[in-house]
């Protein structure tokens, strides 16, 4: 009687585990389609950013508070006369300060 018992207890705990394990993965699949469905709404945002930047008519540029660029458009490269790799090179005021001697 006692093994029979104790039978049907493992069987409950088995099933509330099998329950809770059930419900875990379903979680987790949904956590994992909210992540996949962020993503892209991620890299459709990027994009349209890089497009406004590349179409923008003006310069455009966002620095870091050590005055680094950390994007810019083309129209900027155009006006100091700079290729994109040399504005990586510069701080944020010295790049136009060079170009804008040498262009002198």
Known sequence: MIEK????MDAGKLL???VLLRKRIQE???????RRRLEEALR???????????????????KD???RFLT????????????????????????YEISQDSAG
């Open 72 to 95: 810019f458009n083309r129209r900027l490269c155009e006006l100091v006369g700079r290729t994109e790799a040399e504005r990586f090179k510069q701080k944020g005021g010295a790049f």
């Open 5 to 8: 018992e104790t039978r049907e």
């Open 28 to 34: 987790l699949e949904s956590s994992e389609a909210e």
């Open 16 to 18: 509330g585990e099998v």
């Open 44 to 62: 459709d945002s990027e994009e349209r950013f890089a497009q406004f930047m590349h179409y923008l008519p003006g310069w455009a540029d966002i």
């Open 65 to 67: 508070s050590q005055g």
